[in-house]
């Protein structure tokens, strides 16, 4: 079904996650990629921007790394996700720049949305988040139990996570579903995007997404084309074990270049944001790995559409992360790049 895009923020900071909780409440998250952003992670609330939890939480700075310790503060947050349980859980690669790793920053956290306060915090040690990792996002089991993650960073992997233990396994380090695609090049405006050292987009495993029964776990590289998923059951097992479960990852189709993903509640349908066509595109999951992506809207205004969330009146969000207009790609960009925070309208 054709959509329009709908304008719900804007930024003066590049955003990436965003995540509505069962309640409609926004929440949205900027990296600290190439500024030092005053805010972290915030709540979206009467039309502006509120430190959540505390600013004290938002308070790490990269000129004041030395001075404030960075288990128990933002360091470099790339997701937010609210698991409907009354919970908002923060993704902390702790990598700013995509860089160097801040020991005792990576972390997963879990805050209550009724008191609005910490109620856990996962850390996560070098064998979890060596350096050169870059966790990427996030999603939970139908019980609440684990967690699972990408990681994105230059040698890809995907994590378990037993909440209860705080224990964190790393699985498919290195195997080639999680892996940047060789050969593959990534294009927006009919050119390659690189950096000015000549590097091009360097991003493994990244858009996850579990279906909907919780059987499957689902992700893609973003220089990468090929949709990947494993039983939840060898991941909760053998997974968990630190056996290797790389024999049970199964190719599922071809979704194109993509950044986040979603299965839309009550339906099969996978969204897909299309970093190159500035576009959203949709796929069947129930219709086999043969299922084509069909474009949902495509619009000029969807640069690097990053990620998604539904809010419980089933509409859909979506993210504007514009990497291509970042100082990564174009060193005389601004520090504070001008991003946006969309909702999806479909026709009838």
Known sequence: MPASIELVAEFGHQVTGVSVSETGRIFVNFPRWTEDSAVSVAELRDGGLKPYPD????????????????????????????????????????????????????????????SDKVAQTIAFDEDAAPQGSYLNDVRFSQDGKYAFITDSGVRGALLVVDIAAGKAVRVLDGHPSTQMKKGLKVKLEGKELRRPDGRGVEFSADGIELSKDGDYLYWQAIKGDELYRIPTAALLGAGLKGEDV???????GINGVNDGLLISRGTDDMYLTSVQ????????????PQAE??????????????TFSQGPDGTVYVTTSHI?????????????????????????
Do not use: M
Request: net charge neutral; proline share 8%.
């Open 246 to 252: 790389s024999g049970q990852v199964e190719q599922y």
């Open 324 to 348: 291509q207009d970042s100082a990564f790609f174009k060193p005389d960009a601004p520090p504070a790049l001008p991003t946006q925070l969309w909702k999806l309208r479909f026709a009838g």
């Open 55 to 114: 600013e004290e939480w938002n308070a790490w700075r990269n000129a004041k790394k030395d001075e404030i310790t960075p288990d128990d503060h933002w360091v470099c947050v790339q997701s937010v996700v609210a698991d409907q349980r009354g919970s908002l859980w923060v993704l902390d690669p702790a990598a700013p720049a995509q860089a160097h790793v801040v020991s005792k920053g990576p972390k997963l956290v879990r805050i209550d949305l009724a």
């Open 293 to 306: 992506a069909k474009f949902v809207v495509q619009d000029e205004r969807l640069r690097w559409p990053d």
């Open 277 to 288: 066509d500035n576009a959203i595109k949709v796929r069947k999951l129930s219709d086999g």
